[in-house]
């Protein structure tokens, strides 16, 4: 009974921690991969990883450990996707027929911006809409630097670890994404308070 | 071996393939031989199809000759419609690219590697899911 | 106004938004996260409950995955069963056939790799294993 009752206490607690992250996280996801399907496996999946690992850690470690799988798992996607497309190609040329292949990379799709809070003024969908566009415009790296150091509140030497790239590199996509990202704006007029 | 798919300047197609292995003459007796026992037994257009082959065997290279000896005898047992299908197949992979042919290449020795319980469990289930049903219980894969 | 000297601070405000945009995210996502957190919390419970011989949760992450693969298996599909052949001409076949024939005895790679039902059945399962790569 009393080891039920610890399962339950950790249950709540996961639950509790996985629903403060979860929308944020789907959101991350989507902006690596463009499609709202794959954001959810993505999110998922990480959720899953994270519910295995779980037993182990310290509640502190949770929001970095579930970053770092959310990463990995993004990064899972991307060498998928391109598995997916080398086995399309082989086996369609192994086929003892000539018709082309189903294409199944699916190419990422044109708008990210999610559907207006109702409770926003049209001017803040307009500003929503406006940064996640110029954010989808950055290069992958810097967007994932900036998103991981300023919006996962990451600091740098973890979001280094997050990235698999040095400290170093993480400062200069982090700069160069909030350069674009302030020029961009400027352009369109936009001011930030 | 570079597949050549342009016109032969000459063709030995005219000609009447010999019916008994004993009237061929002794150069492609030497070369054919893995078919002795079968020549008999193959359609002409398939007995000329041979000569055709014998006729160029001397342009391959050594390892590809012994090649040809080891699978010609295994080859020429088939159904017509696994050589059908086996050419179709090559074909196919001959127009892919080059990265696609060593993968083929490379995935075909690990599959060797596999235990033959496993290689038959596998046969079994293409013949299963094969729609139609595949002819050929693809024992030929045993051919080196 | 300069951004340059405050880089941190324009990235604050820059997440406000972005938080603002999570917080009104739609509510069909947001019930499909929910589901997603359901289910990690349900295998956690399942495990942490198990004995120590625990049992894997089971292949709950690939169910997901194979949405995408209806493409290859089409591909498949015609590997295994039509060999849908045309009708040849005989001169021109045997022409053809001859040189097929031989490049294909006589290839690196054993005519084994087209017969073998097995190894069609074999790559058929590797494809839908994402996680094999194809050799470089």
């Known amino acids: ?95 003892s027929d000539d018709e082309d292949a189903d294409p199944l990379e699916s190419l990422p799709t044109a708008s990210v911006s999610g559907l207006g809070n109702p409770q926003a003024s049209l001017e803040q969908d307009q500003l929503i809409a406006i940064i996640e566009r110029e954010l989808n415009r950055l290069p992958p790296r810097q967007r994932e630097a900036f998103l991981l150091r300023y919006w996962q509140d990451m600091d740098i030497a973890e979001t280094a670890a997050a990235m698999g790239c040095s400290e170093g590199s993480v400062k200069t996509h982090c700069s160069r994404a909030t350069h674009t990202l302030a020029a961009a704006l400027k352009a369109r007029g936009v001011e930030l308070s | 071996m570079l597949l050549a798919l342009a016109p032969a300047a000459v063709t030995a197609t005219s000609f009447i393939a010999p019916a008994k292995w004993a009237d061929l003459p002794a150069d492609k007796q030497k070369i054919l031989a893995p078919l002795s026992s079968e020549w008999a037994n193959l359609e002409s257009w398939r007995k000329k199809k041979w000569l055709e082959i014998a006729d160029r065997y001397p342009k391959m290279t050594r390892q590809e000759q012994e090649r040809f000896q080891q699978r010609m005898r295994t080859w020429v047992r088939l159904t017509p419609e696994e050589r059908k299908a086996a050419r179709e197949k090559y074909r196919n992979i001959q127009k892919a690219s080059s990265e696609q042919r060593e993968a083929v290449k490379q995935l075909w020795s690990e599959y060797e590697t596999l235990p033959d319980d496993e290689k038959q469990r596998l046969r079994e289930a293409a013949a299963k899911s094969a729609p139609g049903g595949a002819s050929g219980t693809g024992k030929a894969g045993q051919n080196r | 106004m300069k951004y340059e000297n405050n880089e941190a601070e324009f990235a604050a405000r820059v997440c406000r938004i972005l938080d603002q945009d999570v917080a009104g995210i739609d509510a069909r996502v947001a019930e499909k996260l929910r589901h997603a957190r359901q289910r990690a919390v349900a295998r956690q419970a399942e495990l942490s409950l198990a004995t120590a011989s625990a049992t894997g949760g089971g292949h709950g992450i690939f169910q997901s995955l194979h949405r995408h693969h209806r493409g290859v298996l089409a591909t498949l599909a015609l590997l295994m069963g039509a060999f849908g052949m045309h009708v040849w001409q005989e001169h021109r076949e045997l022409e053809t056939m001859a040189e097929i024939d031989m490049a294909l005895l006589s290839d690196e790679v054993s005519p084994g790799a087209y017969l073998d039902q097995g190894f069609m059945a074999w790559l058929d399962r590797l494809s839908q294993h994402e996680e094999y790569l194809l050799p470089e």
Do not use: C, G
């Not at chain 1, 990064?75 to 399309?88: G, M, N």
């Open chain 1, 1 to 95: 009974m009393i080891q039920k009752d610890f399962a339950l206490a950790s249950a709540s607690e996961l639950a509790d921690f996985l629903a403060s992250v979860e929308r944020k996280a789907f959101k991350q996801a989507l902006f690596a991969v463009r499609n709202e399907d794959d954001a959810l496996d993505i999110v998922q999946d990480a959720m899953f990883k994270l519910s295995d690992k779980y037993r182990a850690k310290p509640v502190t470690e949770l929001p970095l450990l579930f970053q770092r799988i959310l990463q990995n798992t993004i990064r899972d996607h991307y060498r998928r996707q391109k598995v997916r497309s080398a086995w399309t190609t082989l086996l369609s040329a192994f086929s």
